[in-house]
């Protein structure tokens, strides 16, 4: 199947092509008289030396000098007929020529020009060249500026354009069906234990869509289930939704295997995820370990990973949740992880992981996949008939990556797109971007809770700007484009709190690589459990954290990508809770910035920030300044 249209060169437009032959000679003839003129002309011009020189001059300095300019023009006059003559002899060199020799001619063409260099005082043009070839009768492969290129158009493959939409993603809970069906009673008190009391729209659908691939058990199988990627909003339950169908299908297991496999970008992602796997295994035989480096050195993982227990016979964990680098690490060094029973591969946040494709995590985990199993081979009767262990993997993200190029690493077999829309008709047309071929629909679809807002302001009034939406709140998130600025902004956030004498409760702090992950796990824990109010962040906290009542996100600084933007805004309004987004934006950035928006078919409200509410702010902030450089020099040290 072909992916990409391929624009070749069709050959020369004839009928022009006719037309430039008959008539090579004339319009080279016009065009280099047309040339000379304006020379003579540019000449002509006064310029502001001579404008000066007149005003300043006595008359019999003027007559002297109309005297000179009047020699001048005579040379000139000599020039310009040797200029003629040059042009009046190429013309008959051409003339003559092209009826005998069209070679020589360029030849010829080309050298009386290079020749005549000094007499036109011209540099060398490429497109001249090009045209007296051209009137030759020469055809020129490239460069031809008169063919109009045709834009490619990327073509996708058809399981993007055609994916399975599950409409509303207002995070429903409204069905009156039956609410777990299927789920083991086990799990569905565990559930509810979660706060978890029916499913989400994105639940409702791929719950049911991963069992039924599951219906015959999880083991030895001639039945090859089709990969899944979910693209749904940021907040849509998407966790559950793998998370569920992997314990349950796994729950009556019998021989402790490591069969699920969670890869995810980030330290603290990996441990959220693996905090709901726990939730959901409790009661359970199923063990679900977590491998990211921060929960002991590589030997305790490897302890926990294949607890040896009162047997002294190694059991692996059947969960395992893992950030790429700590997999690699026990693939390299832990000899008895095997993942040789392993049916499910999830990747999520997969638009960001493909990205880390590179780091050959994938390859590693499919080579200890198909040590001892055989590899599926292509899609025919023979291999449909071989009985082996499926593989079967699910990608998931709020912005998934359209690009085939990066799919197509992923190796995945006959996949199958579920993707979530607004139900306003509206906004899906808006937010598919079909025109341009280039994405498909729903994927950048945001929840319906989310307003969001851009302020228009210097950049100087940033921080009072901050300051004023910040102070008043009880939980947000404020996104800053370094991990300097982090920190700027976080001492000062809080230097002003202390200060001012108004915000005594008020706590901020900084969330950024910065800081040592025991800290960054601390700084979290105390955030969601309400001890403080804001939380600047750089980007390790965009994607996929979930901390419960978030009112509002603030981006300080401009996000160049528009997935970037997806992802913090998202933080907020989730789980089908109403959140603010605000984008501060200098003034030379709006253009930027609503343009990217639209190419997602999004455009959002500008916001106006009262001057007289800024200038309230003003004296208390000028105090802090000088207390804030001092502070961050000493934190420097
Ligand atoms: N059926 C449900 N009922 C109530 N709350 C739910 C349900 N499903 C999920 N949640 C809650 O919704 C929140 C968001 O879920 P989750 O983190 O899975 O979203 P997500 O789609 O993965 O978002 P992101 O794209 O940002 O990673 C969580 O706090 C989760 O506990």
């Not at 913090?568 to 930027?592: D, F, M, P, Q, S």
Request: glycine share 4%.
């Amino acid at each position: 199947m072909a992916l990409f249209t391929i624009n070749r060169y069709t050959g020369d437009k004839s009928a022009v092509e006719d037309n430039n032959l008959k008539r090579p000679s004339f319009e080279l003839l016009k065009e280099l008289q047309t040339k000379a003129k304006r020379k003579k002309w540019d000449k002509k011009k006064p310029n502001k030396d001579v404008e000066k020189l007149i005003n300043n001059s006595t008359t019999d300095e003027l007559q002297k000098q109309e005297n000179t300019i009047a020699e001048e023009e005579n040379n000139n006059k000599s020039v310009d007929k040797t200029v003629n003559d040059e042009v009046a002899i190429k013309h008959e060199n051409l003339v003559e020529v092209s009826e005998n020799d069209k070679t020589s001619c360029v030849q010829r063409a080309l050298s009386t020009k290079s020749n005549n260099t000094d007499i036109l005082n011209d540099d060398y043009n490429p497109i001249d060249h090009f045209k007296l070839a051209k009137a030759a009768g020469f055809t020129i492969l490239g460069n031809d500026d008169n063919i109009a290129v045709n834009k490619v158009k990327r073509h996708l493959p058809d399981w993007l354009l055609h994916p399975y939409v599950v409409e509303d993603v207002s995070c429903d809970l409204s069905d009156e069906s039956e609410p777990f069906k299927g789920i083991d009673e086990v799990l569905v008190k565990n559930l509810h234990k979660m706060g978890i009391k029916r499913f989400f729209p994105v639940q409702r659908c791929l719950i049911p869509a991963i069992l039924r691939d599951t219906k015959f058990g999880v083991g030895i199988s001639t039945f090859r289930p089709n990969d899944i990627c979910v693209s749904a909003p940021t907040g849509s339950g998407k966790t559950i939704a793998f998370a569920l169908p992997i314990v349950q299908s796994l729950f009556r297991r019998v021989v402790p295997q490591t069969r699920a496999l969670i890869v995810l970008p980030t330290r603290e992602l990996a441990a959220q995820i693996h905090e709901v796997f726990m939730s959901l295994c409790e009661n359970t035989y199923l063990r679900c370990v977590i491998l990211t480096g921060t929960k002991g050195s590589l030997a305790q993982e490897q302890s926990l990973l294949l607890n040896y227990g009162k047997t002294k016979t190694p059991s692996p964990a059947d969960i395992v949740v893992a950030t790429p680098g700590r997999l690699v690490d026990h693939l390299n060094s832990t000899e008895e992880f095997s993942l040789e029973h392993l049916r499910f591969l999830v990747v999520d946040e997969a638009d960001r992981m493909m990205d880390q494709i590179k780091q050959e995590w994938l390859n590693l985990v499919e080579t200890s996949v198909y040590k001892k199993r055989d590899k599926p081979g292509s899609f025919s009767l023979k291999n449909l008939s071989k009985r082996t262990i499926p593989l079967q993997k699910l990608l998931f993200s709020a912005t998934l990556s359209a690009d085939p190029e990066k799919l197509e690493k992923l190796n995945l077999f006959q996949p199958q797109l579920y993707t979530a829309v607004t139900k306003s008709l509206e906004s899906n047309a808006e937010n598919s971007d079909n025109n341009t071929g280039q994405t498909f629909v729903g994927k950048y679809t945001t929840p319906l809770g989310l307003k969001e807002y851009m302020i228009k302001c210097s950049a100087g009034d940033k921080p009072l700007i901050i300051l004023h939406i910040v102070l008043p709140l009880k939980r947000v998130l404020c996104f800053a484009g370094t991990v300097e600025t982090t920190r700027r902004l976080s001492v000062l956030l809080q230097m002003y709190a202390e200060t001012s004498g108004d915000h005594k409760e008020f706590k901020c702090m900084e969330f950024s690589s910065n800081l040592p992950s025991a800290r960054r796990s601390k700084i979290l824990k105390d955030f969601k459990s309400g001890n403080i109010n804001v939380l600047v962040c750089s980007d390790s906290m965009a994607r996929g954290m979930d901390v419960k009542g978030v009112s509002h996100v603030i981006l300080y600084d401009a996000p160049s990508l528009v997935k970037t933007y997806i992802h913090r805004i998202g933080r907020t309004a989730r789980a089908g809770e109403t959140g603010t987004a605000y984008t501060l934006l200098k003034h030379e950035e709006v253009y930027h910035f609503k343009n990217m928006l639209k190419g997602a078919g999004k455009s959002i409200e500008r916001m106006k920030v009262q001057e007289k509410q800024l200038q309230k702010l003003a004296p208390v902030y000028e105090k802090v300044l000088p207390l804030v450089a001092e502070k961050l020099k000493s934190m420097k040290k």
